[in-house]
């Protein structure tokens, strides 16, 4: 490939030069007149070699063995940055390398196999999923994918909060709706859940036990009825989820943190630290001495944990069980927990930025220039279901993973609806079908087109070598998405990258530009070609399926040929 030849050809030169091997990195430049590759190598050896880092870079690449790397020519600029322009061929033999690799192309083994769990959606089981938990979904799915193709041995956890005030009024809202189901005047509390599906849930009860707890108070009535509502909802978010084409490997119960004695085990610790202390009867951490900005309350006056004190506990059973790096993809109005969990870690021993988060902001559904705000069966905002029974599941994951997650999504269901390439997912799909369509008219199957079967070096236009180009990005790009958690990167990449296809496509339409076809009459330009489509297709194709949205091979749209 392309870019080992360069690193080898560098590797030489710091040998030759006595520097250290291990620090190159190499960049796709932004802007294309850099060159096709970049690196900083020289800047990094400034240091150890007490030189200037341009005298640095103007020495490599005196030294720099042009033709072993596959190199036109290697430029200096600025402060000392390398700037390599790949020859023609060098670039074009690099189809061959998607072709060989197919559906491992982009995949890399930079995690080693090592452990790291990804924890998302956690969402209390108190009602239906909504599209801020879709967003956090796709978010977290995406992470994990992105993990998994750069050699990480991934752990995707839920962790349900199925304990607490909030349960408690879910319990309370589905007993008042359970009475009026039977003909019992009982207000919903103030506070409570008032959504149609707490009367769904009401009505399964009454279904399941008729009038059992109709003027039964107690506690054990309560627990059950509790127990009814939970397994209800988180049933039907797990189907939600599946439907979304998310899963799990494994569900964790704030519950069991109680009933098996981790919270008080983890509070029992934290004390033992030393920095724990009362006041005003509560039970204080001193979480300021890890970079929180004040104490924090564990206990509360009335001896009840603080909701950061089980988050602590939880986190302690991830790196037991051998987590040793975990990601957590939540909402930006958990902000305010991170230091303190963090605190919690670190004051039993953890090490700091353990775990890491995701932060996401919210999703704002809009049409014709208004806000979607309204569901009835929540009695809020629109739920994930029907957001994607509404524009596709393909649609809706990618629209909650083309943002940045610090950034506000607003889902234009406008766009989402259109079925056009003005839908940026659409423009993508489109574009992989495209590259099938020329295979069935050219009576051929994907699989026809083989690693060493073209003579690549047929490739010259510029469309063509622009093409191969972003092709071979691919690899550096996941690495780049998961370095960040993005999957961002990956969709800005493949919306480029389609861009570029469907330029390519229609410049090469018979009547316009025959020359440019790729069912030329010309044999061997019609291989090399054929090689092109076929791998952009698999680059297309991979890059979809990380993301978990389908590539389909036919696409037909009512202004348009069948693709």
Same mark, same amino acid.
């Given at each position: 490939?392309?870019?080992?030849?360069?690193?080898?050809?560098?590797?030489?030169?710091?040998?030759?030069?006595?520097?250290?091997?291990?620090?190159?990195? =190499?960049?796709?430049?932004?802007?294309?007149?850099?060159?096709?590759?970049?690196?900083?190598?020289?800047?990094?050896?400034?240091?150890?070699?007490?030189?200037?880092?341009?005298?640095?870079?103007?020495?490599?690449?005196?030294?720099?063995?042009?033709?072993?790397?596959?190199?036109?020519?290697?430029?200096?600029?600025?402060?000392?940055?390398?700037?390599?322009?790949?020859?023609?061929?060098?670039?074009?033999?690099?189809?061959?390398?998607? =072709?060989?690799?197919?559906?491992?192309?982009?995949?890399?083994?930079?995690? %080693?196999?090592?452990?790291?769990?990804?924890?998302?959606?956690? &969402?209390?089981?108190?009602?239906?999923?909504?599209?801020?938990?879709?967003?956090?979904?796709?978010?977290?799915?995406?992470?994990?994918?992105?993990?998994?193709?750069?050699?990480?041995?991934?752990?995707?956890?839920?962790?349900?909060?199925?304990?607490?005030?909030?349960?408690?009024?879910?319990?309370?809202?589905?007993?008042?709706?359970? $009475?009026?189901?039977?003909?019992?005047?009982?207000?919903?509390?103030?506070?409570?859940?008032?959504?149609?599906?707490?009367?769904?849930?009401?009505?399964?009860?009454?279904?399941?036990?008729?009038?059992?707890?109709?003027?039964?108070?107690?506690?054990?009535?309560?627990? &059950?009825?509790?127990?009814?509502?939970? %397994?209800? @909802?988180?049933?039907?978010?797990?189907?939600?989820?599946?439907?979304?084409?998310?899963? /799990?490997?494994?569900?964790?119960?704030?519950?069991?943190?109680?009933?098996?004695?981790?919270?008080?085990?983890?509070?029992?610790?934290?004390?033992?630290?030393? @920095?724990?202390?009362?006041?005003?009867?509560?039970?204080?951490?001193?979480?300021?001495?890890?970079?929180?900005? %004040?104490? $924090?309350?564990?206990?509360?006056?009335?001896?009840?944990?603080?909701?950061?004190?089980?988050?602590?506990?939880?986190?302690?059973?991830?790196?037991?069980?051998? /987590?040793?790096?975990?990601?957590?993809?939540?909402?930006?109005?958990?902000?305010?927990?991170?230091?303190?969990?963090?605190?919690?870690?670190?004051? *039993?021993?953890?090490?700091?930025?353990?775990?890491?988060?995701? *932060?996401?902001?919210?999703?704002?559904?809009?049409?014709?220039?208004?806000?979607?705000?309204? #569901?009835? $069966?929540?009695?809020?905002?629109?739920? *994930?279901?029907?957001?994607?029974?509404?524009?596709?599941?393909?649609?809706?994951?990618? /629209?909650?993973?083309?943002?940045?997650?610090? &950034?506000?999504? @607003?889902?234009?269901?406008?766009?989402?609806?259109?079925?056009?390439?003005?839908?940026?997912?659409?423009?993508?799909?489109?574009?992989?079908?495209?590259?099938?369509?020329? /295979?069935?008219?050219?009576?051929?199957?994907?699989?026809?087109?083989? &690693?060493?079967?073209?003579?690549?070096?047929?490739?010259?236009?510029?469309?063509?070598?622009?093409?191969?180009?972003?092709?071979?990005?691919?690899?550096?790009?996941?690495? $780049?998405?998961?370095?960040? #958690?993005?999957?961002?990167?990956?969709?800005?990449?493949?919306?480029?990258?389609?861009?570029?296809?469907?330029?390519?496509?229609?410049?090469?339409?018979?009547?316009?530009?025959?020359?440019?076809?790729?069912?030329?009459?010309?044999?061997?330009?019609?291989?090399?070609?054929?090689?092109?489509?076929?791998?952009?297709?698999?680059?297309?194709?991979?890059? @979809?399926? =990380?993301?978990?949205?389908?590539?389909?091979?036919?696409?037909?749209?009512?202004?348009?040929?069948?693709?």
């Amino acid at each position: 490939m392309t870019n080992d030849a360069i690193r080898s050809a560098l590797e030489a030169v710091l040998e030759d030069m006595g520097a250290p091997t291990g620090t190159i990195t =190499l960049e796709q430049p932004r802007d294309p007149t850099h060159g096709d590759v970049a690196t900083n190598v020289a800047l990094t050896l400034a240091k150890p070699l007490s030189r200037a880092p341009r005298q640095i870079a103007e020495e490599i690449a005196e030294k720099f063995d042009l033709a072993a790397a596959g190199v036109d020519a290697v430029e200096v600029a600025g402060p000392g940055f390398l700037n390599f322009r790949l020859a023609s061929g060098s670039v074009v033999s690099a189809l061959d390398d998607i =072709l060989e690799a197919d559906t491992t192309w982009g995949r890399s083994e930079g995690g %080693k196999g090592q452990a790291v769990m990804v924890e998302f959606v956690s &969402a209390n089981p108190t009602g239906p999923l909504h599209v801020g938990h879709g967003r956090q979904a796709a978010l977290g799915d995406g992470v994990a994918a992105l993990l998994d193709w750069t050699g990480w041995k991934v752990h995707r956890e839920y962790y349900y909060n199925d304990a607490g005030r909030q349960i408690d009024q879910l319990a309370l809202s589905v007993r008042a709706r359970y $009475r009026q189901a039977l003909g019992v005047d009982e207000a919903v509390p103030d506070d409570g859940y008032r959504g149609e599906y707490v009367k769904d849930v009401a009505n399964a009860l009454v279904a399941e036990v008729a009038d059992r707890y109709v003027e039964d108070n107690s506690d054990e009535a309560l627990d &059950a009825i509790r127990t009814h509502a939970v %397994k209800m @909802l988180r049933e039907e978010q797990d189907r939600d989820l599946n439907d979304f084409r998310v899963s /799990f490997d494994e569900y964790f119960l704030e519950s069991s943190l109680y009933s098996g004695g981790r919270v008080d085990g983890t509070i029992q610790d934290l004390k033992n630290t030393g @920095l724990v202390y009362e006041h005003d009867g509560a039970t204080w951490l001193k979480t300021s001495q890890f970079g929180d900005q %004040k104490d $924090r309350v564990m206990v509360r006056s009335n001896g009840q944990p603080t909701y950061f004190l089980p988050d602590v506990a939880y986190h302690m059973t991830k790196w037991e069980r051998g /987590f040793e790096r975990v990601i957590n993809v939540q909402g930006a109005d958990h902000h305010g927990t991170v230091d303190r969990v963090r605190a919690g870690l670190q004051a *039993l021993g953890l090490p700091s930025g353990y775990p890491e988060y995701v *932060l996401h902001q919210m999703v704002r559904v809009v049409q014709d220039n208004e806000q979607v705000k309204f #569901s009835k $069966r929540t009695g809020s905002g629109m739920t *994930l279901r029907e957001l994607y029974e509404q524009v596709g599941v393909d649609v809706a994951r990618y /629209f909650f993973q083309m943002r940045k997650p610090d &950034a506000h999504l @607003l889902f234009d269901l406008d766009i989402a609806l259109d079925q056009s390439d003005k839908n940026p997912m659409y423009k993508v799909q489109y574009a992989h079908a495209r590259m099938c369509s020329i /295979f069935r008219k050219g009576e051929m199957e994907l699989e026809d087109v083989e &690693a060493g079967s073209a003579e690549l070096s047929m490739l010259s236009h510029e469309l063509e070598l622009e093409l191969v180009k972003r092709l071979v990005e691919f690899a550096s790009v996941i690495e $780049r998405a998961a370095r960040g #958690s993005s999957p961002h990167v990956v969709c800005d990449y493949l919306e480029r990258t389609a861009g570029a296809a469907n330029s390519w496509y229609h410049a090469g339409n018979p009547s316009r530009n025959p020359e440019l076809a790729v069912l030329t009459g010309d044999p061997a330009l019609r291989r090399a070609r054929l090689a092109l489509a076929r791998a952009v297709q698999i680059v297309l194709r991979n890059g @979809l399926t =990380l993301l978990g949205i389908d590539a389909p091979t036919r696409m037909v749209r009512e202004d348009d040929q069948e693709n």
